[in-house]
């Protein structure tokens, strides 16, 4: 564990100001580093892992916007050129391009694109890995009126929520990668029993913004997956009302073709599916009474 970490910092690998993709309306999207997932069409590997500073980056940065100091790999965000240099050199799966931000710290960079934003959408990596934090600057967002939520792999227990996270969330976009046990060992490294646990739970407590499935043809059979989340979410439509908006909608099921820029070269050559199986699966959705699909 790198000794940053501490005092309510964690490591945000960026933030983009303005996003119009992680959430309804203009949104601030926070990405954190670190995620137990190994995904095969990952497309952005570089947040898996957290730097174990072993220094290899630093003397191939062009712009020495990176140093080793008392033997920490140091960012110095005001000289990088944003070549990725680092995260090609890096055989770890991580980025030297972070910064250590508690709550405070990162509400006020976020506070930066106000009043134009509509709220916050943290993602990673995987944002969950640090659930106090999460809590803290969501309870930040909504005193100053924004909205929060999280884009999760399903990793962290919602049912025990030792964090007292729910409170202080809107909602989570969560990925179901897969929902045969196998399939999902063979996409992620990992199993999904706490994903689809969440898939309940999130429902139950109605904090299940949207759920995303990214459609890799090789991995997994699709048709089945779809099918089988559409008639976990069917009896939980719709979701209860947003705590900041008062807003009734119906959970959305985001269908995501895969595609293979961004994604480790290992895993570049499978199969991009086709734009009418991905309406074959968004109609079978419909069929199982999920009415707010989307395809990307």
Do not use: W
């Not at 203009?26 to 095969?40: E, H, K, P, S």
């Not at 089988?228 to 439509?237: E, I, M, N, T």
């Not at 499978?270 to 069929?287: C, E, G, N, R, Y």
């Amino acid at each position: 564990m790198d000794p940053r970490i501490c005092d309510g910092r964690v490591p945000v690998n960026k933030i983009i100001p303005f996003s119009a993709v992680d959430g309804p309306g203009n949104r601030t999207a926070v990405f954190l580093q670190g995620c137990g997932f190994n995904c095969r069409y990952c497309h952005n590997p570089e947040t898996r892992a957290v730097c174990i500073n072993c220094g290899l980056c630093v003397s191939k940065c062009p712009a020495q916007a990176l140093t080793m100091e008392e033997g920490l790999v140091t960012f110095h965000p005001e000289k990088c050129v944003s070549c990725d240099t680092c995260i090609h050199t890096c055989p770890h799966d991580a980025s030297p391009r972070i910064r250590f931000l508690n709550p405070s710290e990162t509400l006020k960079e976020i506070l930066k694109n106000t009043p134009y934003i509509r709220g916050v959408t943290v993602s990673g990596g995987e944002c969950t890995t640090y659930p106090v934090y999460l809590r803290v600057l969501g309870e930040l967002c909504h005193q100053e009126g924004l909205g929060f939520l999280l884009d999760s792999n399903g990793s962290y227990d919602f049912e025990k929520d030792e964090a007292k996270l729910l409170p202080a969330i809107d909602g989570v976009m969560l990925d179901v990668k897969a929902f045969d046990p196998s399939e999902h060992e063979r996409v992620t490294g990992v199993s999904n029993e706490m994903v689809l646990k969440n898939l309940h739970v999130l429902a139950e407590h109605g904090k299940l913004y949207e759920v995303r499935t990214v459609v890799a043809p090789d991995l997994f059979q699709a048709e089945q997956t779809v099918r089988a989340v559409s008639r976990v979410l069917k009896p939980y439509l719709p979701i209860a009302r947003s705590q900041t908006t008062g807003e009734v909608r119906n959970i959305r099921y985001k269908i995501i073709k895969y595609r293979p820029m961004g994604v480790r070269s290992t895993y570049r050559d499978m199969t991009v599916p086709q734009d009418d199986f991905l309406q074959h699966l968004s109609d079978i959705a419909k069929s199982e009474g999920i009415e707010d699909v989307i395809i990307i």
